[in-house]
């Protein structure tokens, strides 16, 4: 599966996009404290990843978190021609997103939300930015919503 990310200039806004085509709430990597993370994820099973299911597939998600909910500023919802997530990273959030980016380019990056693994796209740029918005696809409105409200009440407390 490749999912796309690209870049919109908004204005003076530019997003990095992560489309998410295949959403599927299954298996737990982390306790359900942990809001939103990103992780590597791989097809093979390599040392220090847990196995989980997104929709038909199995991957081994990478017990090492990227980023979690003190990495990210605020992230509301916005309704347009596709509704998404937009994701502000706090500074050193989105020079680590960038780092991981530049050196696993054509590798996948985990996207878990309540330890649940919803997206895995391939990373195919590095990110510029410190905002990108999560197009979730499957998700229904409330639970888009809902995302959005549990990733800032985290974001609040740290």
Do not use: C
């Not at 997003?15 to 994820?41: D, M, N, Q, S, W």
């Not at 905002?131 to 959005?148: K, M, N, R, V, Y």
């Amino acid at each position: 599966m490749k999912i796309r990310s690209l870049s919109t200039n908004l204005g003076s806004w530019k997003f990095l996009h992560l489309v998410i085509l295949a959403v599927g709430l299954h298996e737990t990597l982390a306790g359900p404290e942990r809001i939103l993370t990103f992780h590597l994820a791989y097809e093979k099973q390599v040392p220090s990843t847990t196995k989980m299911r997104l929709r038909a597939e199995d991957l081994y998600v990478s017990n090492a978190v990227i980023l979690d909910e003190t990495d990210i500023v605020s992230a509301r919802v916005e309704r347009g021609i596709v509704r998404h997530i937009l994701v502000v990273l706090t500074p050193a959030g989105a020079q680590r997103l960038h780092e991981v980016t530049a050196s696993h380019l054509g590798e996948r990056l985990g996207i878990v939300a309540g330890g649940k693994l919803i997206s895995a796209p391939v990373i195919l740029q590095a990110t510029t930015e410190n905002q990108f918005a999560i197009s979730e696809g499957f998700l229904t409105e409330a639970e888009t919503d809902s995302l959005a409200e549990r990733i800032n009440n985290a974001a609040r407390k740290h």
